[in-house]
């Protein structure tokens, strides 16, 4: 299994950002996939999941401001990021649980400031 993340970069607050996710290697749509970020000096958070059947939650921080999504056809996950705030700077991460294993993709960075 292979996840690979883009969409990351520097942007000021208030902005949008839409980060991807291409997974290879697994019956995308039989899964899970999650968006978790890590910042200098927290721990890792989860900010979004969605289950194989679309439902989906997210972290009290941010929700009403990023959306997740998937596109099965496309074996990618999606989470769209609005009114970002300098507290969102971090490098997010992919992950999915399939067949007992972790994975996780490489991280993409995004910083928030003016």
Do not use: H
Not at 7 to 35: D, H, K, T
């Amino acid at each position: 299994v292979l996840l690979v993340e883009s969409g990351g970069g520097l942007v000021q607050p208030g902005g949008s950002l839409r980060l991807s996710c291409a997974a290879s290697g697994m019956i995308f749509g039989a899964y899970a996939m999650n968006w978790y970020r890590l910042a200098p000096g927290k721990q890792r958070e989860l900010v979004a999941g969605i289950t194989s059947g679309g439902s989906t939650n997210y972290a009290d921080s941010v929700k009403g401001r990023f959306t997740i999504s998937r596109d099965n056809a496309k074996n990618t996950v999606y989470l769209q990021m609005n009114s970002l705030k300098p507290e969102d700077t971090a490098v997010y991460y992919c992950y999915t649980r399939a067949r007992g294993y972790d994975y996780w993709g490489q991280g993409t960075q995004v910083t928030v400031s003016s």
